[in-house]
């Protein structure tokens, strides 16, 4: 067997895992986990960069010898370089309020449907193209030499090698959808420097050895699916291609794989996104609130035992307050029960609390594996949930009863074990395409099988008097 480390930095936590591979077999053990938790300085939301990186490199010498390590996190956030390679400040967290109004200056200058038809990707306030925008004019911009995204910041310290991994640029909405180039025309009307990006880098790529001085290696760092659902989505366990994916933890990322961009009007108006994957395929996706809503009023109430809360609600009828999770409304962190309530119209209770955050994300899960369907002309007969939410049964019950579909379940370290089989893959010590890795995870893997027993008048009318 080799070995693989995973780095995985998720919005709620971060990981390091350790893969082990052969032909015909796989297992992954956890080696250390962090907690990732912004902070807020000088009237902005930060993400602690150097606690995290500290997490990564303590993961990594606990690990021991590796044959590979590849890093995935979270989407859309940077960090900025000056001249000798020194980072400008701490990277701002996509959920501050700075992109707030962003959005409509941009599209005063590039229309919307122009901006879709160029990039493909959904309009999120928070997207790349949006902060930069919004930072555009600011001494740390103006210093900046070099703009790298976090995978590609960790792997810079890691290897002193700058680069930009492919399936993390596309979201940005800085990268051509069509050609998978730097969309530099666009850049320049918007006055962002195009001279700030790297090279784009491919999953597969050796970026280089680890440095001496971080105390790890020998190894290379290999470019994985650095965008954390590029790997979770090659984490699937499906088998063909008709299936639906929930990549759920802090989002629900909702949607199906594709072999070419969607890039028709309905589309647009129906926020889907055309997102890079690993091996050139298209991850044709929906941001859905996800378990961020959840999380944070675990956070307000003292972070009581999640497994008793979901117990509580598993009690509380369906359907008693259902919301529109799709709301901005909820976007930025604080008062989360507060907004939930006053969104149902009445004060609800801790428990009535989590099981309205749940009907509503399984409805919204609905929506939009129906809407991926409907839009991109994919029929799917099977709806597989990943990460941490694949451990919530009531939500996977909840899905498969709203979808009409079985839910396939697990595994909940699916985008640890999508960084490490690209690895592996890179390495030669497996081949084949992504329907062979996912054989392999389906070999190895747990996954718990939930069938529909959902009444589709019920979710039919409860949608209705949503409105989503
Ligand atoms: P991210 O990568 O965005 O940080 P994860 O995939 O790690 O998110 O998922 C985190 C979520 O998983 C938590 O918000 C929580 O709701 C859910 N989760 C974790 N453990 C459990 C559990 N034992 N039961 C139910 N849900 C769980
Ligand atoms: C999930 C995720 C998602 C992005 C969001 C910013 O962790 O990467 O795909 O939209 O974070």
Known sequence: ????????????????????????????????????????????????????????????????????????SWAVDYGLLDASGALLGNPVHYRDARTERIAAEVAAVVPEPDLYARTGLQKLPFNTIYQLVAAAGTPQLDAARQLLMIPDLIAYWLTGEVGAELTNASTTQLLDVRSGTWATGLMETLGIRPELFPQLRRPGEVIGPVLPDTGIGPADVIAVGSHDTASAVVGVP?????????????????????????????????????????????????????????????????????????????????????????????????????????????????????????????????????????????????????????????????TADACGLPVLAGPVEATALGNVLVQARAAGVIGGDLSALRALLRQTQQIVRYEPRGDEAAWRAVEREVGV
Request: aromatic content about 6%; some cysteine; charged content about 25%.
């Open 238 to 398: 499906a088998e063909g291609e008709h299936f639906a994916y929930v990549s759920c933890g802090t989002w629900s990322l909702v949607g199906v794989e594709l072999d070419a961009p969607v890039l028709t009007e309905e589309s647009r108006l129906a926020n889907f996104t055309n997102e890079g994957g690993v091996d050139g395929t298209v991850r044709y996706l929906r941001n859905v609130m996800g378990l961020w809503p959840l999380q944070e009023c675990l956070r307000e109430w003292g972070r009581p035992a999640l497994p008793e809360l979901l117990r509580a609600a598993e009690g509380v009828p369906a359907f008693a307050a259902v919301v529109d999770l799709d709301d901005p409304v909820f976007l930025p962190p604080g008062d989360m029960a507060g907004r939930i309530s006053r969104r149902a119209g009445r004060a609800l209770d801790r428990p009535e609390t989590v099981r309205c955050i749940l009907d509503s994300l399984a409805l919204a899960h609905r929506r939009a594996v129906f809407q991926a369907q409907r839009l991109s002309g994919r029929h799917v007969d099977a709806v597989h949930i990943v990460g941490g939410g694949a451990r919530n049964e009531l939500l996977c019950r909840l």
């Open 1 to 72: 067997m080799r070995t693989f480390a995973a780095v995985d930095l998720g919005a709620s936590s971060g990981r390091v895992m350790a893969g082990r591979v052969a032909p015909g077999a796989l297992d992954l053990t956890a080696v250390q986990r962090f907690p990732n938790e912004p902070v807020r300085a000088g009237g902005t939301l930060h993400w602690d960069i150097l606690a995290l990186y500290r997490g990564v490199l303590e993961g990594l010498r606990a690990a021991g010898p590796v044959d590979g390590i590849g890093i995935d």
